[in-house]
């Protein structure tokens, strides 16, 4: 079979493929995509989209079990089946992509469905068929549900993320392996709809990766509201029943028991099968190396979860526009690590943004920290029950300029939005210590924790 000719060919449509391919078929070049599963990839259908619904879900449930001794009394009665059609209906159209491979066919380029892999420099196979790429390949093939070798394990009905997005019902209970994004996330909403709930975390706190003082505060707010946390242990074994669910069996001894088992240890890519090894990347990495204009080869760009950047849709579209200005030679700046901002949406919202406090130390960087808690700010204290939080913040004293900040509380990931600015902006603390914060919200307490670096 001849093989067909495009500009270039994007393997993957996650969020930043579908961009990329759309604005390169918009700038008139001849735009193949491949896409294996659903257009937009994991984030409309199984990730940030369907789980932030679940959220506000059981955000809701929340607030309305805060209202005696504020505003009255309440009963707040659960109902999954709310949710999942919400998910069904308005977030995914069933898991049908049809609106978003319509809308990308609108920018001129083609959709190819099937799976993609490079198997010469330029050239893509899907099931047989062959394009050469005259200007160029970009990569953004995302990540998969990493589900570790545990005795036991396969062949059980797990969850990953995509089933418990799927799911019809709250299970009566749940264990959850893995204390990070996905684990902390969905174990708050689901207890929130009354299941009860059991975290699995392999290392020592919650949320290893982000400040431990925001490990130490969703630790008592899980465990206030019945969520049972292991920390620094790990599943060996699994047995599985239909009359009675799932058993994990803990090392250092223990068991722990569910209904439901949802996997959510991190991810992996499969860098083998898309073929990278045909343009001299090494497919046994974890993830594919880029320069700072998302080159990864000659005539080859990657974007996305596949570059170990921060797997969030945030940093997949900000790379998608990086490479799109690349390919297209229209400039600009190249990608730039400094700020990259994440919010894990539990409530209340961990909001963070550059380096942690450990993360700068390691770096040589002369720390100084700043902290306030919200409850002792003027909003928090009005907000009352649901009040707790923080914020933190990791100045380079030298340079007198933040690196890193953390905003947990109601809101955090919105008032994490100052603070994303003062890190990227590298604006000097003295002035924001110096500056006017409205009265009284929530993002007033970046004044005192500025105040604390001083003190
Ligand atoms: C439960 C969950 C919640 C999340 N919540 C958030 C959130 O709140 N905020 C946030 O910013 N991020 C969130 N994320 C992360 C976010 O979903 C990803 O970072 C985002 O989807 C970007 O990924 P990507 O662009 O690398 O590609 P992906 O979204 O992973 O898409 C890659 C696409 O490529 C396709 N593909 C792979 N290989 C091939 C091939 N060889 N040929 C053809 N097609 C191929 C796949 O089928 C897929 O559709 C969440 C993730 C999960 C799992
Ligand atoms: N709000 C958001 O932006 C959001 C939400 C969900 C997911 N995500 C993205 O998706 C990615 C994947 O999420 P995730 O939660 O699967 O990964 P993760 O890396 O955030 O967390 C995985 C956790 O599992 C633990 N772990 C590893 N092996 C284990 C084992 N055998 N037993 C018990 N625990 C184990 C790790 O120590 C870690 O804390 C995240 O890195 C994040 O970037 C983002």
Same mark, same amino acid.
């Not at 047989?128 to 394009?131: K, S």
């Given at each position: 079979m001849a093989a067909e000719e495009a500009d270039v060919v994007v393997i993957g449509m996650g969020p930043g493929g579908e961009n990329a391919a759309g604005r390169l078929a918009e700038a008139g070049l001849e735009v193949v995509a491949v896409e294996a599963r659903l257009v937009g990839g994991e984030c409309p259908y199984w990730g940030c989209v369907p789980t932030k619904m679940m959220i506000r879900a059981a955000d809701l449930l929340a607030e309305g079990r805060r209202i005696p001794g504020m505003s009255g009394d309440s009963t707040v009665t659960a109902d999954w089946t709310q949710v999942a059609k919400r998910i069904r209906e308005e977030a995914t159209d069933s898991w049908d992509d049809r609106a978003a491979a319509e809308r990308f066919a609108r920018t001129g380029g083609r959709l190819v469905r099937g799976y993609g892999r490079i198997t010469a420099p330029g050239e893509v196979t899907v099931d047989?068929?062959?394009?050469r790429a005259r200007r160029g390949i970009v990569l953004n093939p995302g990540t998969e549900?990493?589900?570790?070798?545990?005795?036991?394990?396969a062949g059980t009905p797990f969850w990953t993320?995509?089933?418990a997005v799927e799911a019809e019902a709250a299970p009566g209970s749940l264990v959850v392996l893995g204390g990070g994004a996905i684990g902390t996330e969905m174990a708050q909403a689901f207890a929130r709809f009354r299941t009860q709930v059991t975290v699995v975390e392999a290392r020592d706190r919650l949320l290893a990766v982000e400040e431990p003082e925001?490990?130490?505060?969703?630790?008592? &707010?899980?465990?206030?509201? @019945?969520?049972?946390v292991h920390t620094g242990t790990r599943a060996t074994a699994v047995h599985h029943d239909d009359a009675h669910g799932f058993t994990v069996d803990l090392d250092g001894g223990g068991q722990v028991h569910g209904e439901a088992l949802l996997v959510a240890i991190g991810r992996r890519t499969r860098l083998r099968d898309l073929g990278v090894g045909a343009v001299g990347l090494d497919e046994d990495a974890r993830f594919i190396e880029t320069d700072e204009w998302m080159r990864a080869a000659d005539g080859v760009w990657a974007i996305g979860d596949v570059t170990g950047k921060g797997a969030f849709t945030h940093v997949s579209m900000y790379q998608?526009?990086?490479? &799109?200005?690349?390919?297209? @030679?229209?400039?600009?700046?190249?990608?730039?690590?400094?700020?990259?901002?994440?919010?894990?949406f539990t409530d209340p919202e961990v909001g963070a943004v550059g380096l942690t406090e450990a993360q700068a130390r390691e770096r040589g960087i002369?720390?100084?920290?700043?902290?306030?808690?919200?409850?002792?700010?003027?909003?928090g204290w009005i907000h009352g029950r649901g009040n707790e939080g923080f914020i933190k913040l990791v100045q380079d004293a030298d340079r007198g300029v933040l690196v890193g900040a953390t905003s947990a509380g109601p809101n955090g990931g919105e008032v994490l939005s100052a603070l994303a600015v003062a890190v990227h902006g590298e604006v000097p603390a003295e002035r924001l210590r110096y500056m006017i914060y409205a009265y009284p919200t929530f993002h007033r307490a970046i004044q005192s924790a500025v105040e604390d670096l001083y003190s």
């Open positions: 047989g068929r062959v394009f549900p990493n589900v570790p070798p545990i005795d036991g394990l993320n995509r089933e925001a490990c130490d505060l969703l630790y008592e &707010v899980f465990e206030r509201e @019945g969520v049972t998608a526009d990086v490479a &799109v200005r690349d390919i297209l @030679g229209q400039g600009g700046p190249s990608a730039d690590y400094r700020a990259v901002p994440r919010v894990t002369n720390v100084r920290t700043g902290m306030t808690r919200i409850p002792a700010s003027s909003r």
